[in-house]
């Protein structure tokens, strides 16, 4: 059975609390390694080592940090492949899936090599007699990232490589579920040229969470999960003095107009929907067709297009859809809820409790779902699924649409499809969702924009990459100064004369 260990001090070190979590091929079901749980005093001690590297570190030029990053990409580049075998492994995603989470935490670092820029403070020149002032933007110090099993390169990218970039030393809580992408990319961090203790990838749970939320070295927080624990790691870490940011759970909606190109819509769902099996904050779980007609057209290009996809393990090709869910636990819960669905009365279209894939019966495999005529009362509309679900909502107006997207108490992403201009207009000032598509499914922002949901969402001032994460990673100090005068003039070698 492979061993995984932490990444501490620049190389791999072995666990010493004596407990692990399994780590599984999903697609299979079975044990393929075990990774070390860290006990208080590993967090503690990886956390006083990454404070002693990072005074030198915050102290170093921005463009030598930049060119650190710079390094940094063209490694992950060179293995890419790599990280997309052992990931698709852990946590059951397709290759092309697989290589679209790193891309996308990799264009976060491509953003990060523009450190110096994004770090220039203010100044004002006289800003009284005599009296100039100017900002600087400082290093927090020792921060730390909490990251989850769905994304596990994009995510812990997004949140290492601003605050590397910054000057601060990061530490990194990744998923126990598929912990090696993480440890890959320490080592490559390592390669570029990153000093030693400046990253630290620590694995753990409850434990060692709860260590960082009360380390007083640890000065800010970034994590990405569900929201009950966003609510938890917000709640605590902010009591603690720190400053925390955390995106939690989702239900995206997203509105069919009459005069929306149905192909274009219904292939934009398909993909938003069951894309990575549904286990992504930023997939569509809802779709909000405007009129019985629309969603009369709509269900009917919907069908053929569910009932044509692929599902199956990594290993079967790049036409594969989507594979597994990553647990047996993941698995159980999407079925309860779809059994849920049909009791309380949604009407079951596509229906994927039964499937089954030869020589996989034991992955964790659910087949492409959807409901028609959900309503707002149902678990399904209500819960986030994380699972290959789609759930239709049938409205008669288009403000009846939007209250539904409005209503709910997840404010992550939304999307309108139409061709009509001012209603996209309309749609994207009212809506009170952080991230919004028009004839866009998933609307995830590009690196030198910032990510955000709102409501039960999203918890903090700032969100990640783009502006928002340089903001996030460091703190002003705004500086008066003024010189004294007459010492320009030089010395006097005589008396002067009496006036």
């Known amino acids: 059975m492979k061993e995984l260990t932490h990444f501490v001090n620049g190389q791999q070190v072995k666990g010493t609390s004596g407990r692990f979590a399994d780590v599984y091929n999903p697609a299979l079901g079975e044990v393929q390694a075990r990774v070390p749980l860290a006990s208080k005093a590993e967090m503690d001690a990886a956390i006083a080592a990454a404070a002693a590297a990072q005074p030198a570190w915050g102290a170093t030029n921005p463009q030598k940090r930049g060119r650190v990053m710079m390094e940094f990409v063209r490694l992950i580049h060179r293995d890419m492949d790599k990280l997309a075998e052992v990931l698709s492994s852990e946590h059951g995603k397709t290759i092309p899936d697989a290589k679209g989470d790193v891309q996308r935490g990799l264009e976060v670092i491509e953003f990060c090599i523009g450190a110096p820029q994004m770090l220039k403070g203010e100044f004002t020149d006289s800003a009284g007699p005599g009296i100039d002032m100017y900002s600087m933007r400082q290093p927090l110090g020792v921060v730390a990232g909490i990251t989850p099993f769905n994304f596990p390169a994009m995510i812990p990218l997004w949140k290492m490589g601003p605050a590397l970039a910054c000057g601060n030393a990061f530490i ?112 569509i779980s809802v779709a909000l067709p405007v009129g019985e007609e629309t969603a009369d057209r709509l269900i009917e290009k919907l069908v053929p297009r569910i009932e044509k996809l692929k599902v199956g393990p990594y290993t079967a090709g790049n036409d594969v859809d989507y594979g597994p869910l990553v647990t047996a636990e ?170």
Not at 230 to 238: D, H, L, S, T
Not at 361 to 373: A, C, I, K, S
Not at 409 to 431: H, K, L, M, P
Not at 447 to 464: E, M, P
């Open 172 to 283: 990194l809580k990744p998923s126990e579920r598929d912990p090696s992408v993480p440890l890959m990319l320490a080592e490559l961090l390592q390669e570029a040229g990153l000093p030693d203790g400046l990253l630290q990838v620590v694995n753990g749970d409850k434990e060692a969470v709860d260590a960082i939320l009360d380390n007083p070295l640890i000065q800010a927080i970034g994590f990405v999960g569900s929201t009950p624990i966003a609510e938890y790691i917000y709640g605590r870490g902010c009591s603690n003095g720190k400053r925390v940011q955390c995106f939690g759970g989702a239900k995206n909606h997203m509105i069919i107009m009459p005069d929306a190109d149905m192909d274009q819509a219904a292939d934009a769902l398909v993909g938003a929907g069951y894309g990575a099996a549904g286990e992504r904050c930023m997939a």
């Open 330 to 499: 993941a698995k159980a819960r999407v079925l309860g809820l779809i059994e849920t669905g049909v009791q309380q009365g949604a009407e079951i279209v596509v229906d994927g409790r039964n499937f089954a894939l030869q020589g996989y019966e034991n992955g964790y495999f659910v087949g492409p779902t959807l409901f028609d005529r959900v309503t707002r009362d149902m678990d399904i509309y209500r819960q986030e699924i994380f699972g290959p679900v789609l759930s239709t909502v049938r409205a008669k107006t288009y403000e009846e649409a939007l209250g539904y997207a409005m209503d709910h108490e997840y404010g992550n992403g939304t999307a309108i499809f139409t061709r009509d201009g001012d209603t996209a207009r309309d749609f994207a000032a009212r809506v009170n969702v952080g991230m919004v598509g028009i004839n866009v499914p998933i609307p995830v922002p590009l690196a030198y924009h910032t990510f955000g949901g709102w409501k039960k969402s999203g918890f903090g001032d700032l969100n990640q990459h783009g502006p928002d994460s340089f903001r996030f990673y460091t703190r002003t100090k705004t500086v008066t100064s003024r010189w004294p005068s007459g010492l320009k003039e030089g010395g006097e070698f005589h008396f002067k004369q009496m006036d």
